[in-house]
């Protein structure tokens, strides 16, 4: 079965460092990888999209790239903010021939801190 | 726009009471909604999908004569924990997808179960 991992499960960084998340996974390539950002006691909030045949996406001070020969995605935040302090979660969604529905596949997300 | 609402928000019951928790999809109609489960520190874990105006497909190791979903219309979908338990608390929270993008999944602010 696929397997998700998110590199750590807590990462502190002083404000205006570049924060670099990774989501690695095993098996499979998706078909498309999303990451979104949790705060506590809320629900998920989509940030990006990165599909199979592309390498990188920006968004702002983000940015995410995906390398399927290594089964991997950072997620980058540039010039990070106090208020960037959140969980951020990456997520699979196989192939749709392989599971028939649009499910995404979660990672335990990793708690980023931004540090004044 | 795409904004998922969930209510209540938080919910304390007596153990064998079945508690309702409803999804809606405010500004959009959504064919498929989704039911996720997330325990403390760990990942949201897909519960079962739900389509409008049919039955809900269930994750393995869901039961389906406990977790009892309804997608009745293009806007709700309800999920029904009935003689709910102790080790049923946890955080519950839906995702609908918007039509004009199957990929990207909108996420309610999830409900929070305790069960004494």
């Known amino acids: 079965s696929q397997k998700i991992e998110q590199n750590s499960e807590a990462l502190n960084i002083q404000e205006g460092k570049t924060a670099t998340l990774t989501c690695n996974y095993t098996?499979?390539?998706?078909?498309?990888l999303q990451w979104y950002r949790q705060d506590p006691g809320r629900g998920p909030v989509f940030l990006l999209l990165?599909?199979?045949?592309?390498k990188e996406k920006r968004k702002e001070r983000l940015k995410v790239t995906f390398d399927t020969t290594l089964k991997q995605s950072l997620f980058h935040i540039t010039a990070s903010q106090p208020a960037d302090s959140a969980t951020y979660l990456c997520?699979?969604?196989?192939?749709?021939?392989?599971?028939?529905?649009?499910?995404?596949?979660f990672g335990t997300g990793t708690r980023l801190t931004v540090i004044p | 726009g795409a904004v998922v609402s969930q209510h209540p928000s938080w919910v304390i019951c007596k153990s064998g009471t079945s508690v309702k928790i409803e999804c809606r999809s405010l500004?959009?109609?959504?064919?498929?909604m989704f039911w996720y489960r997330q325990f403390p520190k760990q990942s949201l874990m897909l519960m079962a999908t739900?389509?409008?105006?049919?039955?809900?497909?269930?994750e393995q190791g869901v039961e389906k004569d406990k977790f009892l979903i309804n997608h009745a219309s293009l806007t709700l979908s309800t999920l029904t924990v009935t003689s709910a338990h102790p080790e049923d608390s946890s955080f519950y929270i839906c995702?609908?997808?918007?039509?004009?993008?199957?990929?990207?999944?909108?996420f309610g602010p999830g409900t929070r179960l305790l069960v004494l």
């Open positions: 997520a699979l969604a196989p192939f749709f021939y392989q599971t028939g529905a649009n499910n995404l596949f």
């Open positions: 098996n499979y390539s998706p078909a498309y």
């Open positions: 995702s609908a997808l918007h039509p004009r993008s199957q990929e990207t999944q909108y």
């Open positions: 990165i599909r199979e045949n592309e």
């Open positions: 739900s389509n409008e105006g049919s039955k809900a497909t269930y």
């Open positions: 500004d959009f109609q959504a064919t498929t």
